[in-house]
């Protein structure tokens, strides 16, 4: 059992006070987990509510050395979330490949990597809705016009968003526009999309 100073309690909790609330809450559920997964260099790394750009790479370089060490190849993206591997020698169905690469996932990058890549894509921690509504504001789009942020958050979950513009499907797509998805793209999607509704 490790007795912490008394002070880390309150100066914890002020990190996590300055949080939006969609990452703190997302941060507190990983840290009162008793999911093995969740190991002490994750906990340590999320209990100031932040990640930083040191830390993460730190864990990407421990992936890769624990996919090297299995003899798994295989290439990151430099920007970070990306991989692919190469089945081992030996493993036609990839099943081996697989398990060892979750394993690995799951004790370098963990629970980690997809706070911090949220956190950098939204750092306001905007709800789906909020997202979409700023998103079709500032593209000018007046499909969902006059939409509250809370209808919109409702159709999203409820799979009942179905955009007609290609101007709201890039919304859809990318609402912060961090992937790098195209207006092009968009409407390919959707063309394909509306083709399928009249298939069927």
């Given at each position: 059992m490790v007795v912490l100073p008394s002070g880390c309690t309150a100066q914890t909790e002020r990190a996590g006070a300055e949080v939006p609330e969609l990452w703190r809450a997302q941060i507190d559920q990983v840290l009162a987990t008793d999911d093995p997964d969740v190991t002490v260099e994750h906990r340590a790394?999320?209990?100031?509510?932040?990640?930083?750009?040191?830390?993460?790479?730190?864990?990407?370089?421990?992936?890769?050395?624990?996919?090297?060490?299995?003899?798994?190849?295989?290439?990151?993206?430099?920007?970070?979330?990306?991989?692919?591997?190469?089945?081992?020698?030996g493993d036609a169905e990839g099943s081996q490949t697989m398990e060892l690469s979750t394993a690995c996932m799951d004790g370098t990058t963990g629970p980690v990597e997809s706070i911090y890549l949220g956190m950098r894509e939204n750092p306001e921690g905007l709800g789906q809705g909020e997202a979409l509504r700023r998103c079709l504001d500032d593209a000018d789009a007046t499909e969902y016009a006059g939409v509250s942020e809370d209808e919109l958050e409702r159709l999203i979950t409820t799979a009942e968003l179905k955009p007609t513009t290609a101007e709201a499907q890039l919304c859809t797509m990318d609402p912060f526009g961090s992937q790098g998805v195209s207006l092009d793209v968009a409407r390919q999607v959707l063309d394909q999309e509306q083709r399928e509704v009249v298939d069927e």
């Open positions: 790394i999320l209990e100031d509510y932040a990640v930083s750009d040191a830390e993460y790479q730190g864990l990407r370089q421990e992936l890769s050395d624990c996919l090297t060490d299995h003899g798994i190849e295989h290439t990151m993206d430099p920007a970070g979330g990306g991989l692919e591997t190469a089945d081992l020698p």
